[in-house]
């Protein structure tokens, strides 16, 4: 095993993007407690739910965590440096979460932190790990989910399309406004060229297909380029987004289901934190849903089992 200052130094050495990735996270989770969301991880045992690189894990042990197991469905070890595997305090598992929640600390005290970052909108069964998670873990135990909504302007998770400008605090779209050029589709056909290359899951061929020059509004490039486009597409959900990721990869929760579904596997609420877009909510929309759903970012809950 190897200490945690020299594990810390071989990342900044070996894998400078991944040490910057790092150093984001813990101070991400260095504004979390300083507001009051995540409680003091000093001397606790974590366990970071669907860890993807690992970098919170590691941020949990600099922030003074006994120790921290990270799990995730698929460890991609070619994403994760290799010194984390030999951190001492630090455990990296492969599994289901659920199938973990029985077993992954039958050696130790079991954790007194479960830590949920943008995970619980992939979980399909969501309310089926929340009752294994607390059945398993002892009552008192702290759990933090931060929630990505679907019923927000990307909550689909179309990023090739749409991203979000922190200054203005907006979702905004990165599509080329092909549709008002004489080019027409030439226009955005290196930004479609990207797509493929970069984010085949999301814009293939069947998306490719659909575009037409001579009307733009049936494309899905065009439809896809404005916020909100899952939603207000709903009706025709299979050709705009004819992608498996799509109909495969998110839950569809709102946030009050998230909130009920912790409520009803045993936790209590204990903080609920909204982050508000300024985005207008379009027309089509207004009535169907709540503005407050519709330009809630992320939800991050602070619960805590009874």
């Known amino acids: 095993m190897i200490a945690f200052d ?36 000093s001397g606790q045992v974590v366990w970071d739910m ?30 994760i440096p290799a010194a984390l595997f030999e951190t001492e305090g630090l455990r990296i598992v492969q599994g289901d979460t659920a199938a973990l929640a029985a ?19 992939h979980v ?41 400008r922190p200054a203005s605090n907006s979702i905004e779209s990165n599509a080329t406004r092909c549709w008002e050029s004489v080019a027409r589709c030439e226009a955005s056909a290196a930004h479609r060229e990207i797509l493929r290359r970069d984010r085949g899951f999301q814009w293939g061929e069947a998306s490719e297909a659909t575009r037409d020059p001579a009307n733009c509004d049936a ?7 404005e916020p909100w486009a899952h939603l207000t597409a709903a009706d025709r959900f299979t050709r705009v987004f004819p992608e498996p990721f799509f109909t495969a990869a998110l839950n569809k929760i709102t946030p009050f289901q998230l909130r009920q579904h ?10 609920d934190l909204r982050d508000l877009l300024t985005n207008r909510v379009p027309a089509a929309l207004e009535g ?14 602070v619960a805590e089992s009874r």
């Open 288 to 301: 169907k849903f709540t503005d407050a759903d519709l330009r809630t970012m992320t939800v991050t809950l």
């Open 124 to 164: 399909a069964d969501l309310p089926a790990l929340l009752r294994s998670v607390r059945s398993n873990c002892r009552s008192g135990t702290r759990l933090f989910v931060h929630h990505d909504n679907y019923y927000q302007p990307v909550g689909h998770h179309d990023h090739g399309f749409l991203s979000h």
């Open 262 to 271: 912790l409520i009803e596997a045993g936790f209590d609420i204990r903080s």
């Open 6 to 41: 020299e594990a810390v130094a071989r990342t900044a050495r070996e894998l400078p993007a991944w040490h910057a990735e790092y150093v984001a996270y813990r101070a991400r989770l260095r504004y979390w407690i300083d507001l009051g969301a995540l409680s003091d991880p």
């Open 219 to 225: 494309c899905n490039y065009r439809i896809r380029a």
């Open 50 to 79: 669907g860890c993807g690189a690992v970098a919170f894990s590691l941020a949990f042990l600099a922030e003074g965590a006994k120790a921290v197991l990270g799990s995730d469905t698929v460890v991609d070890r070619s994403r």
């Open 103 to 121: 077993s992954a600390w039958t050696d130790t005290e079991g954790p007194t932190l479960l830590f949920m970052h943008l995970v619980s909108e």
